[in-house]
């Protein structure tokens, strides 16, 4: 997590430099900004951090799901609700970033730092055949397949991120960009899912370039 407060300080320092203070941010009820500096990097790292973990419990699962100790009927809605837990941090931070890192990142160069052959290798440990087969839902094996694809390609990315930002402090705002935008696709994706929207077109986001 001290990664996440090292870029959190960066900011804090550069808002209270540039503003005088920091705007007052609400979520949920809960006042965090009630006082300039530590809290709010705590909390906005705590929550960066939260992100990050529940993407490896679920990018982990998909790719041990033979030794899923409960009824495989189970086994996604389990996912659905760490994925919902997950949102909570995402909202957060949503907020955090663009309350602060559109104004003093220092600009994305438009690098790439997509592993794409890592996904490739990571893809044949997940079963979605077999993950499909248990998923009692209705819609049909094309979606489902489609469906867990994405969200398998979503935290695997989002876990790959997260360790290039605790390696590469020189990037760190640029890969916490390509972060924020995989973050926003596992949220649209459980938009998608609880609004029953499981087109495959519905599920197209833009990904960063690879």
Not at 37 to 56: D, K, P, R, S
Not at 176 to 189: D, K, R, S, V
Request: include cysteine.
């Amino acid at each position: 997590m001290d990664h996440f407060r090292i870029l959190l300080k960066i900011v804090c320092e550069n808002i209270k430099h540039s503003l005088g203070s920091i705007d007052i941010i609400k979520t949920e009820g809960v006042q965090v900004l009630e006082q300039e500096g530590q809290q709010w990097i705590e909390f906005g790292a705590l929550n960066m951090y939260e992100l990050c973990v529940g993407a490896e419990e679920i990018k982990l699962m998909l790719s041990d799901y033979d030794n899923y100790d409960d009824i495989k009927e189970q086994f996604i809605p389990d996912i659905l609700a760490i994925i919902d837990d997950i949102i909570y941090h995402i909202s957060i931070f949503n907020i955090y970033y663009i309350s602060a890192f559109r104004m003093f990142a220092r600009g994305s160069k438009g690098d790439s730092y997509i592993s794409q052959d890592e996904f490739a290798n990571y893809l044949k440990t997940v079963d979605i055949n077999n993950i499909v087969y248990k998923w009692n839902i209705n819609i049909s094996t094309e979606r489902k397949k489609a469906i867990i694809f994405h969200l398998g390609r979503i935290v695997f990315f989002i876990c790959d991120l997260c360790d290039k930002i605790k390696n590469n402090h020189q990037e760190a705002f640029d890969l916490l960009e390509q972060l924020h935008t995989f973050a926003m696709a596992l949220a649209l994706l459980q938009k998608n899912l609880n609004n029953h929207k499981y087109s495959i077109s519905d599920l197209s986001i833009p990904w960063p370039v690879l």
